[in-house]
């Protein structure tokens, strides 16, 4: 629709745009300039730095300084889920990644993914993620294991995401609630519901199938009793550290003794969802 | 019954059906957050059931409804048949069918992302087609208004366009602005990355895109009750609209600042600067003044009408007014729960007090009072009123309906008012469990208990709702009768072209969204932007 030409009609047009342009204006000044600069001023920081910043063309608030550091951080883990590391990990060089779980990994995971010894986890049913995410850790000491330590440490990135991918492709699955018929009901409730009296989560609101925890969020449904006793005891201890965020140190130190056991017999016991089976 | 009411009503009872089952699942959120043990209370549950509540209720409750008072409106505020009748059905087939697919994939706990996205989650593409799908009939109902207004322009021209029908062109244009930035974000980031084409997503570029939609959704949500309070409730009170040139002004202002402002939900975000959120909550501001002229006018009209029927004195006019009439009774009503809600819209709205609320109950109560409660009051009064002229027969009880609109008011003034309460102390949103034992959130119980006392009541209310409107079907059927907007004071001859169309404000909201949202979106593909891990709902994680 044009613009009327009756005079009234132009008036409109020229005073509504007036004020609106007006009012913007007057706002952008405050936000960019005046008040900048003087916020810039009691944080110590340069007229043009803070304007920079109000406009996001520099990281930082306008408003404060921000110390710097010396400290150096100290990450638990050093995996980034970068777009690189993703993308190798869906498109793995497939030849490549069974060769090395072949001749390195299958001796004690097993062909297949699936460990003949108790000690050592089975690798079926892991998703990449978290395969890849413990061989970083093993390669920059975030997690310690004698035997793992030394495996790793001739692999490079590329060639930790093709065999994570590998094994994550042998066998897809989570704990699926539908199979849980029986068990203890105590043991139930603290995997489902966790006990919000003590602080701890239901171990499913991470582990179970659509769960909402962090990408390498491992499967635990079929996995080695005598293992998952084992890290549990070592996240209680603080032994192993490699949890970000302390997730599992917190939770693992809240539980008593025998809820571990139980919780480790649980998950060993409980069938694993297994659409290609 | 002629094509017009089949139409309408097909539209209002996908609305009310969404409403009615959507209640349930929020009167259960509640009891899952209280300190009362509740059933299938399980984290997936939990979000299945937020999800659900918030697409019924903010999607399809309103989105169905908006487009059948349209289409209600357009016939019978220009008194000719509306065009294009064959659209507005495929528009409805389309919106239904998007509406079935996207509750298949919510109840299949394959989409429990809520109904404000939140990548990286990312459910089932079914999910995201289904909102497509009906955005997409919402955009044929959009063309249709406009169609609908310009054909009777040019049928009379220089005449001023009905305030109804213009206030509903003002929300069909405001909603083709609106669905822009929702539009993208799906289109172009969250499908792809639904249908794997994607591995990563700018988190920071989405939730800027949503901010885009999320302000003026809301007005898009809130133009059918600003209708009934200009075009309705004067008349329910036997009285006349005060001034039909202060309507169009609100409409129009409310279309050109819902716009700019959606950045007052990013206060906390990292990804804008602090000056454009600065200058998002100065424009947010203006939002203010439509509302303010609204209830102006429309106390300035009820004034008229309880003087008119004997009302003496500063205040003698108030008692004076017809309140058994459920119109009247729902404006008064909403009026009282603008003032909270309105009250609570200035914490969010400012830069540095948004902090203390940020994320908490407050929020939450927020918008429960204005649009579960201001709002969809009204659209109850708005069904109540025209269902008789849809049905051609007469409401069984008004003592009902009365009753009903009470039990909204109360129930969510219950349930909204603890929550104001408990988001000052700090209890968060989004979340499925407390722990009450502990000593430091303990205080919370007992309020979030009295907020299941309002869910219960708003739930009772809900259903005696629907069974008002299918109590009509008892009476005998009358007569089809025409349905009359309220007259103002003075009627319109002639209006300024600017309040006549909307070529000046279309001008004014795209200098506006520049300045707005120019740079900060421009600024994800200048600036190296990080990117974040596609997290699936629909596949385990």
Redesign the interface.
């Known amino acids: ?4 030409p ?1 005079a ?2 132009r008036q ?2 020229v005073w ?2 007036a004020i ?2 007006s ?2 204006v ?3 000044l ?3 300039v005046v ?2 600069i003087g916020q810039g001023q009691s944080a110590g920081l340069s007229a043009f730095a803070a304007i920079c ?5 520099q990281a930082g ?3 404060a300084r921000q110390p710097s550091s010396e400290s150096k951080a100290q990450p638990v883990s050093m995996v980034a ?1 970068t ?1 690189q590391v ?2 190798r990990l ?1 498109h793995p060089n497939v030849k490549n990644g069974a060769e090395i779980a072949a001749n390195i990994c299958a001796s004690c995971h097993g062909e297949n993914g699936v460990s003949p010894n108790p000690q050592f986890p089975h690798m079926s049913g892991q998703s990449a993620f978290a395969i890849y995410k413990q061989l970083h850790d093993f390669k920059n000491g975030a997690r310690v294991n004698e035997i793992m330590g030394s495996i790793v440490e001739n692999l490079d990135d590329e060639q930790m995401a093709d065999v994570a991918a590998h094994f994550s492709a042998l066998t897809k699955g ?1 704990l699926d609630p539908r199979t849980i018929s029986s068990g203890d009901p105590d043991v139930v409730r603290l995997v ?2 966790g006990i ?2 003590r ?1 701890i989560p ?1 171990c ?2 991470c582990h ?6 962090p ?1 390498e ?1 491992p499967t635990l449904a079929g996995q080695r009793q005598e293992y998952l006793l084992a890290q549990l005891t070592a996240f209680a201890s603080g032994d192993r550290h490699n949890d970000i965020y302390n997730r599992m140190r917190g939770i693992a130190t809240k539980l008593r003794k025998d809820e571990i056991e139980k919780l480790a017999e649980y998950y060993a016991a409980v069938r694993l969802f297994r659409p290609q089976d | 019954m002629r094509s017009l009411e089949r139409l309408t009503l097909a539209h209002l009872w996908v609305a009310f059906a969404a409403f009615a089952v959507a209640c349930f699942f929020g009167t259960w959120q509640m009891w899952a957050r209280s300190p009362l043990p509740a059933p299938f209370v399980t984290p997936d549950h939990y979000f299945l059931s937020v999800t659900a509540h918030g697409v019924s209720m903010a999607f399809v409750l309103t989105t169905f409804f908006i487009m059948g008072f349209g289409y209600f409106t357009a016939e019978t505020a220009l008194e000719r048949p509306l065009p294009g009748k064959a659209w507005a059905w495929l528009g409805f087939i389309l919106a239904l069918a998007g509406t079935l697919m996207a509750t298949a994939a919510i109840l299949s706990g394959r989409a429990s992302v809520l109904y404000t996205f939140y990548p990286p989650l990312t459910a089932s593409p079914i999910f995201y087609f289904g909102l497509v799908l009906v955005v997409v009939g919402s955009w044929i109902w959009c063309v249709l208004m406009i169609v609908a207004m310009s054909q009777w322009k040019r049928a009379h021209p220089g005449a001023p366009v009905p305030l109804a029908m213009y206030a509903t062109v003002a929300n069909a244009v405001m909603w083709l602005w609106t669905t822009v930035g929702v539009a993208a974000e799906i289109l172009f980031i969250v499908l792809p990355a639904s249908l794997g084409w994607i591995d990563t997503v700018d988190v920071g570029l989405t939730r800027t895109l949503f901010s885009w939609t999320l302000h003026p959704i809301v007005y898009f949500w809130l133009f059918p009750a600003y209708i009934a309070f200009y075009t309705m409730a004067p008349q329910a009170a036997g009285g006349r609209l005060y001034s039909d040139t202060l309507g169009r002004l609100s409409f129009v202002l409310l279309l050109l600042y819902s716009l700019p402002v959606g950045m007052h939900h990013l206060f906390m975000d990292p990804q804008q600067s602090t000056g454009f959120k600065f200058v998002q909550m100065m424009l947010t501001i203006l939002v203010s003044v439509p509302t303010l002229l609204t209830v102006f006018t429309i106390a300035a009209s009820m004034e008229i009408a309880g003087r008119l029927r004997g009302g003496r004195g500063l205040f003698g006019w108030i008692p004076a007014l017809p309140w058994e009439r459920p119109m009247v009774l729902a404006t008064g009503l909403s009026f009282v729960m603008l003032f909270f809600g309105g009250g609570g819209g200035l914490v969010n709205m400012g830069y540095g007090l948004n902090a203390m609320i940020h994320n908490t109950s407050w929020v939450t109560a927020h918008f429960h009072l204005i649009f579960g409660g201001a709002v969809v009051i009204m659209y109850f009064a708005i069904a109540y009123e025209i269902w008789f002229p849809l049905t051609g027969r007469i409401a069984s009880s008004l003592l009902a309906q009365r009753i009903q609109l009470w039990l909204w008011f109360c129930g969510m003034m219950v349930m909204s008012l603890p929550w104001h309460w408990l988001g000052l102390q700090g209890q968060w949103r989004r979340v499925a469990q407390f722990d009450y034992s502990n000593p430091i959130i303990a205080a919370w119980g007992p309020w979030v208990i009295v907020s299941l006392v309002g869910g219960l009541l708003l739930l009772v209310s809900a259903l005696l709702f629907i069974w008002n409107l299918a109590s009509f079907r008892r009476r005998p059927f009358t007569a089809i009768a025409s349905f009359r907007f309220a007259v103002a004071v003075h009627p319109p001859t002639r209006v300024p072209a600017a309040l006549n169309g909307f070529g000046l404000w279309n001008v004014l909201v795209l200098f506006l969204m520049v300045a707005a949202y120019g740079w900060p979106i421009a600024q994800f593909f200048v600036l190296e932007a990080p990117q974040a891990v596609v997290h699936r709902v629909d596949r385990g994680g």
């Open positions: 629709m044009a613009p009327q009756h009234a009609d409109w047009w509504s745009t609106v342009v009012f913007v007057i706002a952008a405050l936000a960019f008040l900048r910043r109000s406009l996001g063309l608030s306008p408003a889920w777009p993703i993308d869906h989570a489902e519901y919000s009296g602080g239901g499913a609101s179970g199938a659509h769960a909402g925890g990408i969020t």
